[in-house]
């Protein structure tokens, strides 16, 4: 994943006592909650061979994003119907909320590089949630198709980020043609559908438009705090647009332009809230 650094972030004023409080409060709360249903999830992880086919642990998840979203002062706001069985999502990137916004939707299974596996804390928490990790060499494409296959059959939707980076929440950037090179495999792409899904934060008028966006060298930390000191009031949209199949398109880059711009007419359906600074940009670059 490349990293876009884009425009400074913005600066915000040191909270003051009651704002640090409320803080404080907040990611402790946030933290007992994850504890608690972590501990649930991965319980249900272990002994889903006993639900027969049933995955029980996804309604966890569902419910950890759910409170937590609210916990940190977001409401979602739902626009079209989501996929509701097996295939795959392709949004847009802004934060690492997008990990929480996502997973109260659904039964979504994250895709991510092979070397995500070994990076400390996320590398664990992606193998902890059962996330897909996918490799470019040629000699593993026949074993990530029956993955992503077994997923789909089981009702799982993929969730893919193809901007390939995280920006300040203002933009679309073009989407990489090489990430749906996985959907255009012979057998796949006539069965699965793929949905585009546009993400759009809208902070409370006293905040800046990027207050949810984390990009750059921003440090994780500092964007928590912020999170948890001044978010009240905000609204997370997601837009879902009508499912497609790889196979109507003439090949990765036909499918990746059309769901780059799904995404992005769902993202600006909410420019006037946002204020964005959006660049023009000739999808599929």
């Known amino acids: ?25 907040r990611i402790g709360v946030l933290a007992a ?14 002994t889903e061979p006993l639900f027969l086919g049933a995955q029980p642990r996804f309604l966890v998840m569902r419910l950890w994003a759910r409170v937590s979203l609210r916990l940190i002062g977001l409401r979602r706001v739902v626009h079209g119907r989501p996929l509701g069985r097996g295939g ?32 400390p804390g996320i590398g664990f928490c992606a193998r902890l949630m059962d996330a897909l990790f996918v490799e470019r060499r ?7 198709k029956r993955d992503m296959t077994e997923r789909i059959d089981r009702g799982q939707q ?7 980076t995280s920006t300040d929440g203002l933009r679309v950037l073009p989407f990489k043609s090489a990430l749906f090179a996985a959907f255009h495999q012979p057998g796949l792409a006539e069965e699965m559908e793929v949905q585009p899904v546009g993400l759009a934060y809208v902070p409370n008028e006293s905040l800046p438009p990027a207050f949810y966006g984390w990009w750059g060298d ?9 999170m948890v000191t001044r978010s009240f009031g905000g609204e997370v949209h ?33 420019a006037a809230l946002l204020e964005p600074e959006q660049p023009a940009a000739v999808p599929g670059e």
């Open 218 to 226: 921003m440090s994780l930390g500092a964007h928590i705090w912020a």
């Open 33 to 46: 909650w994850l504890a608690v249903m972590t501990t649930l999830y991965a319980l249900l992880k272990v």
């Open 238 to 270: 997601l837009s879902f647009a009508d499912p497609v199949r790889p196979a109507a398109f003439a090949d990765r880059k036909a499918l990746a332009v059309h769901c780059e711009t799904a995404v992005r007419d769902g993202w600006a359906r909410f």
């Open 138 to 144: 040629a000699a593993a494409a026949a074993q990530q």
């Open 1 to 25: 994943m490349s990293t876009w650094h884009g425009p400074p972030p913005p600066v915000l004023p040191r909270p003051g006592p009651l704002r640090a409080i409320v803080g404080g409060l």
């Open 88 to 119: 795959a999502m392709v949004a847009n990137h802004s934060s690492w909320l997008d990990i929480m916004t996502l997973c109260s939707i659904g039964q979504v299974a994250f895709v991510a590089k092979a070397e995500v596996r070994s990076w």
């Open 158 to 164: 993929l969730l893919f980020f193809p901007e390939g």
